[in-house]
């Protein structure tokens, strides 16, 4: 069974940073990635990674957020520094997989994310 479980999110000052994690399990994942969503919103990249390392971000990350991954422990990672308001969100790991031909995608639970100005 395929499982994506994130962790890391909390509560923290603008200026501050968070460290999210995700553990995947069940199957090997290709393209990896964070996305969020903030209430009222509609879900929206953050960043993404692929097996090879290629990594592509959204604006609102650029130089504030670092996706990377670990491939032997099968967990991608966001660290997020210098956080403001406007990231508070709910951010969900998201993998995809490509089993007997067919491309399958994965999202986990989400983990709350909130900046305190």
């Known amino acids: 069974q395929v499982q994506l479980v994130e962790s890391g999110g909390g509560l923290v000052q603008a200026g501050g940073s968070l460290r999210l994690s995700c553990a995947a399990s069940g199957t090997t994942f290709n393209n990896m990635g964070w996305y969020r969503q903030a209430p009222g919103q509609q879900r929206e990249l953050v960043a993404t990674i692929t097996w090879g390392g290629y990594t592509n971000y959204a604006d609102s990350a650029k130089g504030r957020f670092t996706i990377s991954r670990d491939a032997a422990k099968n967990t991608v990672y966001l660290q997020m520094n210098s956080l403001k308001p406007e990231d508070t969100a709910v951010y969900y790991c998201?993998?995809?997989?490509?089993?007997?031909?067919?491309?399958?995608?994965?999202w986990g639970q989400g983990t709350q994310v909130t900046v305190s100005s």
């Open positions: 998201n993998a995809d997989s490509v089993i007997r031909q067919r491309q399958y995608n994965y």
